[in-house]
C-alpha cells in the first residue's frame, strides 16, 4: 500500500500558476504509474496526467497539454503537477494516485489514493 498526501492547493487568479505536492511512503516506487486526477464541481474525477515512476514516461489530459507538468523526485518520494496559465475551468479537487503498473488513464485502474487539495481559480 502506498500513502499519498496531497498538498499545494489554493486560490489563484486566472493565467496564474500553482504547483501541487504528492508525498510519497510505504512502497519502494520502482514500477509504479503515479497520476493526478481531479474532480471538478458537480462533475466525476477526471484523469489529468500521469508519469511513470521508473522511466518517466508521462501522460496528459488534452485540457492541460502545454499548461501542465508531472514531474517526479525520486531522493524525496515526491511527486509534483506544475500548473501554468491556470483558467476557471480547472477549479477543482486534485488528487494522486498511485498505482503498481503502467500509466492509466482510468481512475478505477489505481488502487491507492491521496484525500485531495482544492484548487479554486477565479476569473
Known sequence: ??????????????????????ATSGR???GYALGWFRRPPGK??????????ST???????SVKGRFAISRDNANN????QMNSL???????YYCAARKSVIGVY?????????????????
Open 1 to 22: 500500500q502506498v500513502q499519498l498526501v496531497e498538498s499545494g492547493g489554493g486560490l489563484v487568479q486566472a493565467g496564474g500558476s500553482l504547483r501541487l505536492s504528492c
Open 56 to 62: 518517466g514516461i508521462t501522460s496528459f489530459a488534452d
Open 87 to 93: 483558467k476557471p475551468e480547472d477549479t477543482a479537487v
Open 107 to 123: 481512475r478505477s485502474g489505481y488502487d491507492n489514493w491521496g484525500q485531495g487539495t482544492q484548487v479554486t481559480v477565479s476569473s
Open 44 to 53: 466525476e474525477r477526471e484523469f489529468v496526467a500521469a508519469i511513470s515512476w
Open 28 to 30: 519502494t516506487l520502482s
Open 78 to 81: 515526491t511527486l509534483y503537477l
